[in-house]
């Protein structure tokens, strides 16, 4: 396998990752803007945008797009998340040009006709309603909007059904031209890949993105509290959060490592005490969202109405306790979790693509796979812990509860009494 990489005069950045041995390759196009790029007026407008790519350009419909790309057995699609945008493709060896030619089309040429704008708009409000009317889905938008609240990166991706509807055609292309810049879009191919066929296909097709570097987002500032989502519905879902680390901050593979041992799978502290020796939830696992400049640790539990008290008590008992004595064998189970996820996706052309893509964007260069396993390789049991120490004493932690009300206000009181305000 041989990972290369060009920077082109314009500024954009292609990289591949061949691996000969396959038939098939997986290749994108990746740029440094989402859901936190956004000004107020602007709310969904990244996600609306990555829909509207594939509604027609000037040399193909709407249906010419999926009929070109499905006629060779080819998957397209996209996503949006806070920081970054991704438009992709997977196809086999022979159609490389043709998705890369599609997705150069689509990100140069869309014409965002008025009809299909409407229409997709009416699509994504009722992406919108489908995610409010499932509360293990929505509580994850509430406990972003109470950690970071009146900020962007505090906003849903999705947006509002108002806000979407009232982003017209000059919206989308104000955005393209002030953030789809070469500075920040990255093309990266990992398969049967050639490189310098990428190289000069991408420099030629992706010509029409405008030079430049896209201005920077306002610096987060996390906030914590708590916010109660009251419905008549049998399960409580939950989440306790702390401020967590960005991706360049020296612990953040400790706690990584922090995050697993507490609620990485089914070996971890919380699914042991809290679903196996208590039975006091069906789901809860630990999750942590490293940003460019913060992060968010949080803990998803869902739970009977009964139990939300006491489970809330154990979670918050069972991360206190991790901090203090997390033990070498955990770290060790750990660490070999880290290495595994890392190595695996190597081995997957679209995976691949997306790692080298992410590394780019957020460290300038891919990162070298032996550096990342040694980086992983030299924390120690104490690291771990200081991780989770510092990520506990941070500041106030936030909570979000969707279910029955008064549970859910035990919880939030139990969440608040963790807080230590950072003066």
């Given at each position: 396998m041989t990972l290369r990489l060009t920077r082109l005069e314009s500024g954009l950045t292609v990289a591949t990752h061949t691996?000969?041995?396959?038939?098939?390759?997986?290749?994108?196009?990746?740029?440094?803007?989402?859901?936190?790029?956004?000004?107020?007026?602007?709310?969904?407008?990244?996600?609306?945008?990555e829909h509207m790519a594939f509604k027609g350009t000037r040399r193909r419909t709407a249906r010419a797009i999926a009929e070109e790309i499905e006629a060779v057995g080819g998957d397209l699609n996209a996503a949006t998340s806070v920081e970054t945008t991704a438009y992709y493709a997977h196809v086999l060896s022979q159609d490389v040009w043709l998705g890369l030619d599609i997705l150069a089309d689509i990100l140069t040429d869309s014409v965002f006709d008025p009809d299909e704008l409407a229409r997709e708009q009416s699509v994504i409000v009722q992406e919108i309603g489908a995610a409010n009317?499932?509360?293990?889905?929505?509580?994850?938008?509430?406990?972003?909007?109470?950690?970071?609240?009146?900020?962007?990166?505090?906003?849903?991706?999705?947006?509002?059904?108002?806000?979407?509807?009232?982003?017209?055609?000059?919206?989308?292309?104000d955005y393209l031209a002030r953030h789809y810049l070469t500075g920040q879009t990255v093309v990266v191919a990992a398969g049967a890949v050639e490189h310098d066929r990428i190289v000069a296909a991408a420099g030629?097709?992706?010509?029409?993105?405008?030079?430049?570097?896209?201005?920077?987002?306002?610096?987060?500032?996390?906030?914590?509290?708590?916010?109660?989502?009251?419905?008549?519905?049998?399960?409580?879902?939950?989440?306790?959060?702390?401020?967590?680390?960005?991706?360049?901050?020296?612990?953040?593979?400790?706690?990584?490592?922090?995050?697993?041992?507490?609620g990485g799978g089914m070996s971890s502290r919380l699914f042991q005490e809290v679903r196996e020796s208590r039975g006091l939830a069906y789901s809860v696992f630990g999750f942590h969202w490293p940003y460019a400049d913060t992060g968010l640790f949080g803990v998803y539990a869902g739970t009977d109405e009964s139990d939300i008290a006491e489970a809330m008590r154990v979670i918050a008992g069972e991360l206190d306790a991790a901090a203090g004595n997390i033990t070498a064998t955990e770290v060790a189970r750990a660490k070999a979790q880290m290495k595994a996820g890392l190595l695996m996706a190597m081995e997957r052309p679209a995976s691949r693509a997306e790692q080298i893509a992410r590394q780019i964007l957020f460290h300038g260069r891919p990162l070298d796979p032996d550096e990342v396993v040694a980086r992983i390789d030299a924390l120690s049991v104490e690291d771990v812990r200081g991780a989770g120490r510092a990520m506990l004493d941070r500041g106030k932690p936030a909570f979000a509860g969707v279910g029955p009300g008064g549970g859910l206000e035990s919880a939030a009181g139990i969440a608040d009494s963790l807080g230590h305000p950072v003066a």
């Open positions: 691996m000969p041995e396959l038939k098939t390759a997986a290749l994108g196009v990746w740029v440094g803007a989402g859901a936190r790029h956004e000004r107020a007026d602007e709310h969904g407008i990244s996600h609306l945008l009317d499932t509360p293990d889905d929505i509580v994850y938008d509430h406990v972003q909007a109470v950690a970071f609240p009146g900020q962007a990166i505090g906003r849903s991706i999705l947006g509002t059904p108002d806000s979407v509807r009232g982003l017209g055609r000059d919206r989308l292309t030629a097709r992706l010509a029409g993105i405008a030079q430049g570097i896209p201005p920077e987002p306002p610096a987060a500032v996390w906030q914590g509290g708590s916010l109660i989502d009251a419905r008549d519905i049998d399960q409580a879902n939950m989440i306790l959060a702390f401020e967590g680390v960005d991706y360049h901050d020296p612990t953040y593979y400790a706690l990584q490592a922090f995050t697993i041992v507490v």
